[in-house]
């Protein structure tokens, strides 16, 4: 166990002290959290609805769903349990860049709910993956850079952000299995799964069936024919 503890604050040493340059010091900062991102999340939010309809909006709403708890429940009672210290209070020469939170530092929230919002937008929109996965790579990069967290706090935050967003897509889409065939059949028949988020198509009219067909005349019997 403490073979564990020396390699993180070694590459939290690495990643903080030594790869640290005027380049990165003005970058990683504006990575970690700046003013673009709210109004960024407006317009993302805007274009997921314009292009991906019905597919768009339950994404949205799976996204506020799954970073809001983790954010708000998940990563929290972490970091109350496990209660470790940020590096710059229990380290020396820590080059801290950010403002000093107040919080414990396991596990990473800006991590968790970055990889949580990756597996939801790769759920429903696949060529998003790589886009969402770097930037959570690199915001998960930049909070050690910054001095706020350890090597390991951002591992386990995207560990914890990608498992709890998948284990909530799946809890939805079976309560919607089971409530919207019940409860809702008219919307589940239209749209049996919330992960596909993919509305059936309607028949044409010159594909549907008539209710009223005529049946086709039967061949007369063969006593009949005589």
């Known amino acids: ?16 002290e030594n790869g640290s340059n005027p380049l990165f010091d003005k970058i990683m900062p504006f990575v970690s959290g700046n003013a673009f991102f709210y109004p960024a999340i407006v317009i993302l939010g805007l274009l997921l609805i314009c292009k991906g309809r019905s597919r768009g909006i339950i994404c949205i709403l799976m996204l506020a769903m799954t970073v809001g708890l983790c954010d708000g429940w998940i990563c929290r009672l972490i970091k109350e349990v ?37 597996m939801v937008m790769a759920v429903y929109f696949r060529r998003s993956l790589w886009f969402m996965l770097s930037i959570a790579c690199l915001v998960s990069y930049s909070r050690v850079y910054n001095g706020v967290h ?59 069936e008539p209710v009223f067909a005529p049946r086709p005349f039967a061949k007369p019997s063969s006593f009949l024919s005589l």
Do not use: C
């Open 1 to 16: 166990m403490d073979w564990l503890l020396k390699l993180d604050v070694d590459v939290f040493r690495l990643i903080n």
């Open 82 to 118: 496990v209660a470790r210290p940020r590096p710059f209070l229990t380290l020396n020469d820590v080059h801290v860049l950010i403002g000093k939170g107040g919080s414990f530092s396991m596990p990473s929230s800006h991590a968790a709910n970055w990889f949580a919002a990756t």
């Open 150 to 208: 350890y090597p390991s706090d951002v591992l386990v935050g995207a560990l914890v952000g990608a498992g709890f967003a998948a284990a909530v897509l799946w809890v939805i889409d079976s309560l919607w299995q089971f409530v919207g065939q019940k409860w809702f059949p008219l919307w589940w028949a239209n749209m049996p799964s919330l992960i596909a988020a993919k509305i059936r198509a309607q028949p044409s009219e010159d594909e549907a």
